[in-house]
């Protein structure tokens, strides 16, 4: 590996590093500067703080050295600006796709032509601080960095290199102005045109086009501690390889291959890698992608185009929309360019609803059926709750994000869809397939035996527990019993949001994902029906149960494969953990890239394998310095797993650890 490769991964870097104690928000307030003008003011700041450090040997720089981005509200101002407005997460805009390709091609000189006066204000400053990188090139003697500085970003990217420096000015710049999970997007379509030129005109080799790309991989993590969400990793520095464009044609290309070789060789947590495939790709290219999870890095996730491209215009995506879409920071499906979608602005817990509806109307219920209904009515009520409580949604105004996107993002985009979650499936199903079972069907337990037993959290009735956890049919088994009750339950959820507008006059689409609420949902109830005891967590996304016994990956694609998934297409994968042995050989690899073909030859939307040691794990709990480059994947997005709280921690272990 490069010097530049063991610098950052070592964190020297960090070493140029440095916090401002700016009290901007008062100074804001007393000028009475409205939001818009406060980002302005903030952007110019920071960027005339920021210092050029270009390390040793690197070819594509830029280096966050400000570590903070000081508040631009005070705390009295930003309560007065929630009583009156929903505001989603941190308030500024996040999980969108730019149109990055675009201002590579035509660069930000030109783009300033038609941008109001704070877009034209961005643009003056990050060219001013890619001026102050081209000075430190020159006084270092790189006469390399010199040429391709020169050029961009004021205008367009005229080769792979500049084009790759471009879009980190870019993707810093956005960073640096407040946004956050800003994604990639389908980076091999708009980048490949730059590397195809260049190899066609010899300037290239494979291997020296992987080295350069490897350098450009390593920009993600520079900063990526920084950039925060809920654990440190989940950033969404998301990548989308693949996929058809709007003629059906397959976009896969040699830099598609190389970003799969260089996120392997790197083995970093960022950029997340996604891979859209069909029917269609060959299973020598499921076999090349196996490689990468093999790396155990978490990644490439899947999204079956033959499955949400149609959903997607279902919803009222048009066709060349549809076709191009990507995922937001996890997941998520989103639309580059033109759309503004909040794909994660809440979530609705299974689990949740068969609780209440157990000790609501299960004592009531005549039938199975009765009782699903019921679950079916607090559902729908969850929904109501969720949606009549998003109202007035707003963001603080990013000037540089307006520039970048095809449309006037502080108004809103073509598209204003909200996401919201659904947490929990296999232990709702499973729940559900208990009760239908011995109170309705067996009649060996009665509503109040059973709401008895789960009130008591199982402490009295240990033969019960063992016979609901270990002994009642499980989602993941291939048993139509449960699995229909999964598809009903995903019916409802999607029947649920059907037809409504949001405030932004957009729908509700509902999801497969959970994001951490499989943790915070959970906490939210008891014990539940299918023996998951108290503070016991759900599974992650679209998964089985933590503690399911299952017969193995085949049965768990053929159990989460039936769904309607054109009912719930927000995005959320099925989540399979397999043991570092299976990657031992090449017959493994193959066969784990078959079992991803299946998945996908079956109809299943979207895929997410992890390679998991749980020996290595739990010894990392106990000596984290040995450990430092352990990765594991917690649901959308991939961590150092000693860099995590010990919830997560316990939770990647307890997931399931499959053999082929």
Known sequence: MTKTYNFILEKKHHQFRHSVDWNL????????????????????????????????????????TVSNLPAIFTDAEWEEIKAGHHIHELGFLSN??????????????????????????????????????????????????????????????RNFREALQFFRILHFALWLEGNYHNTVGRFDRYIYPYLKADMDKGIYTYDSALALLEDFFLSFNKDSDIYVGVQ??????????????????????????????????????????????????PADRYTEATKLTKAG?????????????????????????????????????????????????????????????????????????????????????????????????????????????????????????????????????????????????????????????????????????????????????????????????????????KGRVNCRGGIFRAGTGSAMYYLWHANEIGASPDGRREKEPFGTNYSVSLFAKVKGPVSVIASMTKQHFENAMNGGPLTLEFHQSVFADEDGIEKVGLLVKNFIDRGGHQLQLNTVNLEKMLDAQKNPDAYKQLVVRIWGWSAYFVELDREYQDHVIARQAYTV
């Open 25 to 64: 928000a008062e100074e804001y307030a007393e000028k009475g500067l409205s939001p818009i003008q406060r980002m302005a003011d903030r952007f110019e700041r920071l960027c005339k703080e920021e210092k050029a450090v270009i390390l040793e040997g690197e070819q594509i720089v830029f280096l966050r």
């Open 96 to 157: 969108l796709s730019p149109n990055y390709y675009d201002t590579i091609a035509t660069g930000l000189l030109k783009k300033r032509e038609t941008a109001d006066e704070y877009g034209k204000q961005a643009i003056d400053n990050i060219i001013a601080l890619s001026d102050k990188y081209l000075a430190e090139a020159r006084a270092q003697g790189r006469e390399d960095l010199v040429e391709v500085l020169t050029q961009v970003p004021r205008y367009p990217a």
């Open 297 to 497: 890095l978490g990644f490439p996730q899947y999204s079956n185009d033959d499955v949400v491209i149609p959903a997607l215009e279902a919803m009222g995506y048009d066709h060349v929309d549809a076709t191009n879409y990507t995922v937001a920071a996890c997941w998520e499906f989103i639309v580059p360019n033109v759309g503004a979608d909040v794909a994660n602005i809440s979530a609705m817990s299974y689990p949740k609803a068969v609780d209440t509806a157990l000790h609501k109307s299960l004592s009531t219920a005549e039938t199975y059926e009765d009782f699903f209904a019921a679950v079916e009515g607090e559902i729908k009520a969850e929904c109501d709750r969720i949606c009549s409580g998003i109202k007035d949604l707003w963001f603080i105004p990013s000037p540089f994000m307006n520039v970048l996107m095809d449309c006037n993002i502080y108004e809103g985009g073509k598209y204003n869809n909200f996401g919201i979650h659904g947490t929990g499936i296999a232990t709702a199903a499973d729940s559900l397939a208990a009760i239908k079972k011995y109170v309705f069907e067996e009649k060996s337990l009665t509503a109040a035996e059973l709401i008895a037993a789960v009130d008591s959290n199982f402490e009295n009735t240990p033969e019960l527990l063992h016979k609901l956890r270990f002994e009642t049919p499980k989602l993941g088994n291939n048993d139509d019993f449960v699995d229909g009750i999964a598809t009903a339950l995903l019916d409802a959820f999607g029947a649920a949001l």
């Open 232 to 281: 440190q990793g989940d950033n969404g520095q998301s990548m989308m390889l693949g996929g058809i464009d709007e003629e059906g044609n397959d976009v896969y290309n040699l830099l598609s291959e190389l970003c799969l070789k260089a996120s392997c060789n790197n083995k970093m947590i960022d950029p997340k890698i996604n891979l859209r495939v069909s029917k269609s790709t």
